[in-house]
């Protein structure tokens, strides 16, 4: 695993974006897997701001994100296909039928899972998953508990993430608690995996993925098992690191 320490989320965005611009330049329909929440912000900027000023082109990219509340509408701006569609889709020339979220409006999860994964091993599977981690280790919406070899499926999220979550919400009771999540399994398939993680609360989850036994205790821990994942992290989401870590 490659460990990249870095000042300021300004530099972490520049850093993971320049990876994943790398792939796009390198690839024809490169396949992303892409992550929501506030930590790969900085990233969507820059890659906003590499298409802008450095003609980076996504318009052959395939996107899969990795989760999405059930019983919101894309229309929500909680959702995750609003945040995808907002933070970077509408700011790139990427083609709209390229990009796939969950859908957590489906009648027939079960089926929608399966689908999507079938959509993704159609495409010749993910070149490159981005991640964020959970204060309590989870990646996707695969909370402690969930088994390493899962797939896409519903999942409930745990009162933590239901806390963690409600920041962005009226209150406590409009916090969906259940979403569908690529699994575990889904995610050690991609070909990278490029992990974000800044803050000090993100510390402890961060030296056990790394360090820790590899356990359904911290399903980040998974990662150790994948051979090319980058850690891509501030210094206060590193403290607890110990180890020097090698590819
Ligand atoms: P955050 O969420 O980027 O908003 O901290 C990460 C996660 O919960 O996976």
Excluded at 225 to 239: C, G, Q, S
């Amino acid at each position: 695993m490659r460990v990249v320490v870095v000042k300021s989320l300004e530099e972490m965005g520049k850093e993971a974006a320049a990876i994943i611009a790398d792939g796009l330049r390198a690839k024809p329909h490169y396949v992303l897997g892409l992550a929501t929440g506030s930590t790969p912000i900085p990233v969507y900027k820059e890659l906003i701001r590499l298409h802008k000023e450095e003609d980076l082109d996504f318009s052959p990219t395939i996107i899969f994100n990795l989760d999405e509340y059930i019983g919101l509408p894309p229309t929500h701006e909680q959702s995750y296909r609003y945040f995808m569609d907002h933070e970077l889709f509408n700011y790139v020339n990427i083609a709209k039928a390229n990009t796939h979220v969950p859908d957590g409006m489906t009648e027939d999860i079960e089926t929608h899972c399966m689908v999507y994964e079938a959509t993704i091993e159609d495409v010749g599977g993910i070149d490159c998953q981005v991640l964020g981690i959970g204060n309590n280790g989870h990646i996707g919406f695969n909370e402690p508990g969930s088994s390493l070899a899962s797939r896409t499926r519903a999942v409930h999220l745990t009162d933590e993430t239901i806390q963690a979550n409600s920041r962005f919400f009226p209150t406590l009771d409009e916090v969906p608690k259940r979403a569908i999540t690529m699994g575990i399994g889904t995610i050690l398939e991609a070909e990278k995996i490029l992990m974000l993680a800044t803050g000090a609360k993100k510390a402890n989850a961060v030296a056990a993925a790394l360090e820790g036994p590899v356990t359904v205790k911290c399903p980040a821990s998974a990662l150790q098992l994948h051979p090319d994942v980058t850690f891509v992290i501030t210094e206060d989401a590193a403290t607890g690191i110990t180890l020097k870590f090698r590819s």
